[in-house]
């Protein structure tokens, strides 16, 4: 495994951190593959208060042979549940409960997407907290994760003496959210920075056929997804990268790739690769959506994220088969539901205008024939 310094506190980190958002269904076998992946190296598993049972699952698996005080945990604090000083013990006491530890290694407000949220909470006395809480070792390094504009998140890396931050970052997201000049400048005040969404949300482990077509054309053979990680890895302002695994090859396959991934070790002509790639990925995509969910439930029941992949994947699948696709994969929830409400809006992280973009999914995918091809979906799929 291939470690990195943390600027901050010298400490070493795995480039490869275990995303623990979807786990495994079965526990045991989330046991094996925690175990498999710290045997390999890995020293920085990632959780969050909402992520359903996952501090939990964590915990439970870390308490055995000594496990917890091998890793770094990093969990996050859900800013918007915190109305009253008192709420942030109330809702960090129940992390170090679920998580069967009497600290918590890499501390982020989870989602601070502009100051005036991060205001709020220095209102309410979180600056005090988190001092009592860093004197007192519960909390070792304090940080953010953040999806917005990047005009805001630079802004918030003046606000606080932040211990490191966490940024959405892959080769489709250099101008997107925080993006490049959000990296650098966090690398220039020596804030280390951890990656999430290095794949977009799996979808650049899984590209349609021209794109395959690029990468396997290019001399070095390597899967989409290893190519994904290598472009985040050569970064050096890159500390760690989260990856959500739930499947052994695809640990077996990230730890391999994650050994040797070193920054700046990408050549000119593997770069080149990357932009061709990028021309063509630009080139059909439609709506930058990343499937991530955090706009639903739609009080309509409208299936934002399936409309929206569906609208992507029009220009590749042709118009039936996307029609079809779209009506199946939504259940028959269609984007003309919408009453647009806005409710949505300001929960995506990718800041998409997404009312506006269901008006262009319903004049794209439904139309005369959608509800006769409805009719027929349900009638022999059952959807
Ligand atoms: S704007 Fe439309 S899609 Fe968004 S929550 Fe309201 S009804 Fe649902
Ligand atoms: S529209 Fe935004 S919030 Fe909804 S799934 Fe896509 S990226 Fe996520």
């Not at 918590?104 to 309410?124: A, F």
């Not at 794209?364 to 959807?383: A, D, H, N, Q, S």
Request: hydrophobic share 35%.
């Amino acid at each position: 495994m291939q470690y990195r310094t943390n600027p901050k506190n010298g400490e070493k980190i795995s480039a490869l951190a275990f995303g623990c958002m979807r786990f495994n269904k079965d526990e045991k076998e989330v046991e094996r593959q925690i175990r498999y992946a710290m045997e390999q190296g890995v020293n920085y598993f990632d959780t969050a208060y909402i992520y359903p049972n996952s501090e939990a699952t964590l915990g439970r698996i870390l308490a055995k042979d000594g496990m917890r005080q091998k890793v770094n945990i990093a969990t996050k604090l859900p800013h918007n549940n915190v109305r009253k000083y008192g709420d942030l013990d109330r809702i960090f006491g129940t992390q170090l409960e679920r998580l069967q530890t009497d600290h918590i290694d890499y501390y982020l407000i989870h989602m601070l997407g502009n100051v005036r949220s991060w205001k709020r909470l220095t209102e309410l006395g979180i600056e005090k907290w988190i001092d009592e809480k860093k004197t007192s070792g519960t909390i070792r390094n304090l940080g953010f994760s953040f999806h917005g504009p990047q005009n805001e998140f630079l802004a918030l890396l003046e606000e606080y003496d932040w211990d490191f931050c966490m940024i959405q970052y892959n080769y489709c997201d250099e101008n997107n959210q925080a993006g490049t000049a959000g990296l650098e400048r966090a690398g220039e005040k020596g804030i280390p920075v951890m990656i999430m969404e290095p794949l977009r949300g799996g979808t650049l482990a899984n590209p349609k056929t021209s794109i395959r077509a690029i990468w396997e054309q290019a001399d070095v053979k390597r899967s989409p997804a290893e190519w994904g990680f290598r472009w985040v890895l050569n970064h050096p302002q890159v500390l760690t990268v989260l990856s959500g695994m739930n499947q052994m090859g695809q640990i077996e396959e990230n730890v391999r790739t994650f050994s040797d991934a070193e920054a700046g070790s990408l050549t000119e002509v593997e770069l080149e690769v990357y932009a061709k790639v990028k021309a063509e990925i630009q080139r059909s995509m439609k709506v930058p959506c990343t499937g991530c969910g955090y706009c639903m439930p739609c009080p309509k029941g409208v299936d934002i994220p399936s409309s929206f992949s569906a609208l992507n994947d029009a220009a590749s699948r042709g118009r039936i088969m996307s029609k079809a696709m779209y009506i199946m994969t939504t259940g028959g929830n269609s984007a003309s539901q919408c009453i647009k409400c806005g409710k949505c809006q300001t929960h995506c992280p990718q800041s998409i205008p997404i009312p506006e973009k269901l008006e262009q999914v319903k004049k794209e995918l439904e139309g005369i024939t959608y509800k006769p091809m409805r009719y027929f979906i349900r009638r022999f799929f059952g959807v």
